[in-house]
């Protein structure tokens, strides 16, 4: 902006801020504050009106006028979207037109008076890409607004959103706007895991609360935001240098857009004409993601997005440098519950395991975090609505992922009947303690095994108190996935040696590396594929990559060191594939043997049973796996065709549908006809109802995370297994495409809630 405006500009937010530090008195402080800043703009950028229309819910108040009709404040009410301003507020956008009545979407509102008025210029009032309302100067004449006055008004309108955001224009009255992030706030997102849980509001990008958002000295705070820079680049540059990314992949592809992005000189320029106008640094960033953030909500192009998305994760970065604010700061709340907008697993790993929930803005079910959250036994609900605008750190805050409900700052009653449902969990858990030592015994004598699946050296401790009778899946990949190198074969060993001496006598169950789909590792080279589910993933890297498969197979060898070892190879989707990794495995077997090292006293070699052409595979195949395992999450999928990562069509399929039941149905009698035993160790074992629906199809071993043990067993010992399997016999009869409901009506008759 030309020098002459950015110092009318710079006086005008001095004039405000003078104006706004006197100290109000009377009830109405917080009103009176809002005309005089509609006085002063009116005054400064020569129009006759300068109207504050401040965000209520769905509809915007007027809130403060100068020059329009005085009675019309707190009177006048437009929806988002209605009128100009509502489509202001609506696409965060400015509008300017020299002739207002004639504008798309113009509204009469007639006692405003304003129809004398033709131009009109009306900006955002935004913070961090939340509009809190709509800042308006009105001509008479038509007045051609220039570029540097809605700038100019922009500024103002930043100013306005920091200063609200502190709280200095609420008051006690019906038409005061109330204190931003003071109301309850209540949403309900998707079910990443189960589990309640009371705690504090930990943001993975605290909101920094500006001060002072006008400066005094833009030279200054230019040298601030150019330091800042700096420091941000040389940060990208040595991310990008390190060795581990030499190879290429996903993460380089963000990197690079970051490092194009903190040198944008747009970005950079847009931030410096805001300093030159009087903002500070922070406010110029602010600005600055404010409006990525708005284009981040109109644009559909998923690559766009996730660019726009990566320029606002930089404007956290370059914020958190500002602000000298660290990412953690290591002091965490008491039991925090981390609120992210998405979360990689290594980041939710390094927040360690006081963490006693997690709400996501996006995520999803099938994602790692969700699969880290679930090793650590903490509730998580994703795509949880503006959780993350909403929510300030320190918050109180209700977690329940039994329903996918979140209560921010709950009302007090709210909070005693959520305390209510932890006792009963509480309460659940004793019950299941108590039964812990108990077999998983069907009131008709069936007797079925539990086991637990795990991925983290951290899970173990929870194998005994769980009452597992065994690791059914260990998912070796987690541990690639947090590291930033391929671990060493040295390292790998001396792992899975603790993992196998903390199990003691309990059998553990290596699956191999199952990386690709959505199990990106940084420094693993990968081509992009259109559809990476279906691509080059699991065994099909392991036997096209040799290396890094014989290398872990030997430091599962070499741990085991002449115990008993279990070697699961996922997604084996036809015999072939089976027998070259059982030779792989059998050759390292005899490798160590002329080296002298000890072999496994009793090796069994099995595969995942994940696509259904396996469950179609030659008798041999059947005859040579000492086990399968089937991973439901990965069959269902491909079974229905409904991608697992995706919201809106994985809940589209019923696991207990007829169709997916009896699939595993025949694979159970194809494998007993076979004598080779078979377990199911996707998510849905964990789930009771579920649990109960495999073991009536003949599915006898059951899989899952250690804290669903105690609720599978439950109902297990509570049933007669063969009374529910006439039951689910009976509706696949009926032509009902589920099994669901009449089981549930049968448990509930049984008085098995
Ligand atoms: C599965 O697909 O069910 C499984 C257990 O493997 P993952 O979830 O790790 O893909
Ligand atoms: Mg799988």
Redesign the pocket.
């Known amino acids: 902006m030309p020098h002459t405006r950015a110092v009318e500009s710079r006086v005008l937010l001095k004039r405000l801020q003078s104006a706004l530090a006197e100290p109000g008195t009377g009830t109405d402080a917080g009103q009176k504050r809002l005309d005089r800043i509609t006085g002063l703009v009116a005054e400064s950028l020569v129009a006759e009106v300068c109207s504050i229309y401040l965000r209520r819910g769905e509809e915007l108040e007027l809130s403060a006028t100068t020059g329009l009709n005085p009675e019309a404040v707190h009177s006048t009410r437009m929806r988002v979207r209605e009128g100009l301003v509502g489509r202001i507020a609506y696409r965060a956008e400015p509008i300017k037109t020299k002739d207002a009545q004639r504008a798309r979407g113009y509204q009469y509102f007639p006692e405003t008076g304003e129809e004398i008025f033709a131009s009109f210029l009306g900006v955002p009032i935004q913070r961090l890409g939340e509009v809190l309302g709509v800042l308006v100067i009105q001509n008479r004449q038509p007045r051609e607004y220039t570029e540097d006055e809605v700038h100019g008004l922009e500024v103002v309108a930043m100013v306005i959103a920091e200063m609200a955001e502190s709280g200095i224009f609420t008051g006690p009255s019906e038409t005061d706007i109330p204190r931003p992030h003071a109301l309850p706030y209540f949403t309900k997102g998707i079910i990443g895991q189960e589990g309640v849980a009371e705690g504090t509001v930990l943001l993975h990008d605290p909101h920094v609360a500006i001060e002072n958002p006008v400066a005094d000295d833009p030279a200054a705070e230019r040298a601030r935001l150019h330091e800042a820079l700096r420091g941000l680049r040389v940060e990208i540059d040595e991310m990008l240098e390190a060795d581990y990314l030499a190879d290429g992949g996903e993460h380089r592809e963000v990197l690079n857009a970051w490092r194009m992005f903190a040198h944008d000189k747009g970005w950079v320029r847009r931030m410096e004409a805001s300093i030159e106008a009087g903002l500070a640094a922070e406010v110029a960033v602010d600005r600055e993601q404010s409006e990525t953030r708005a284009r981040m909500s109109r644009v559909v192009d998923p690559y766009l997005r996730e660019r726009l998305h990566d320029l606002d994760d930089l404007s956290n970065r370059l914020m958190r440098r500002l602000t000298g604010a660290a990412a953690t700061n290591g002091n965490l709340p008491e039991n925090p519950i981390l609120i992210a907008r998405n979360i990689g697993p290594g980041e939710l790993l390094d927040y360690g395991r006081s963490l006693k929930g997690v709400v996501l803005e996006e995520g999803s079910v099938g994602s790692h975090a969700a699969?880290v959250a679930r090793a650590l036994a903490i509730p998580l609900i994703i795509q949880a609505d503006r959780i993350t605008r909403e929510a300030v750190d320190g918050d109180p805050i209700l977690v329940d992922g039994d329903q996918g409900l979140i209560h921010l700052r709950p009302e007090e009653n709210v909070a005693e009947a959520f305390r209510a449902k932890i006792d009963m969990a509480t309460q659940a858990l004793e019950e299941y303690v108590a039964i812990r030592d108990k077999p998983a015994e069907t009131l008709d004598g069936t007797r079925l095994t539990l086991h637990m699946n795990a991925g983290l050296m951290a899970d173990l401790p929870s194998l005994g108190p769980s009452g597992a009778e065994g690791v059914g899946?260990y998912?070796t990949e987690l541990q690639f996935l947090v590291r930033r190198t391929v671990p060493k074969r040295s390292e790998l060993a001396a792992l899975y040696s603790k993992i196998l001496s903390s199990a003691g006598d309990k059998p553990v169950t290596f699956r191999t590396l199952?990386i690709g789909s959505d199990k990106v590792l940084p420094y693993m080279k990968r081509d992009p594929e259109p559809n990476p589910a279906l691509g080059w993933r699991a065994i099909r890297v392991g036997l096209d990559r040799k290396g890094v498969m014989r290398m872990q197979l030997q430091a599962m060898l070499r741990a085991a060191n002449g115990r008993p070892l279990r070697v699961m190879f996922?997604f084996v989707a036809q015999f072939d594939e089976f027998r070259e990794a059982r030779d792989h495995l059998l050759r390292e077997v005899e490798r160590e043997a002329k080296l002298g090292h000890a072999t496994p006293s009793d090796l069994q070699i099995g595969a995942m049973l994940?696509t259904p052409s396996l469950a179609f595979a030659p008798d041999q195949f059947f005859e040579m796996a000492d086990f399968i395992s089937i991973?439901?999450?990965?069959?269902k999928q491909f079974f229905f065709a409904a991608d697992r990562e995706n919201e809106r069509v994985r809940r589209r399929y019923d696991t207990l549908n007829v169709s997916f039941l009896t699939f595993i149905e025949q694979i159970a009698a194809r494998c007993d006809a076979h004598n080779t035993p078979v377990s199911f160790?996707?998510e849905d074992a964990g789930r009771p109802v579920e649990a109960l629906a495999f073991a009536t199809m003949g599915l006898r071993i059951l899989s899952m995370r250690g804290a669903s043990i105690g609720p599978v067993k439950r109902i297990l010992r509570s049933v007669n297994l063969g009374e529910a399997k006439a039951v689910i016999d009976t509706a696949r009869k009926s032509g009902a495409q589920s099994v669901r409901a009449d089981l549930m009506a049968w448990l509930d008759r049984e008085g098995i809630g």
């Open positions: 699969i899946l998912r199952d996922p994940e991973g439901g999450n990965d069959l160790c996707g």
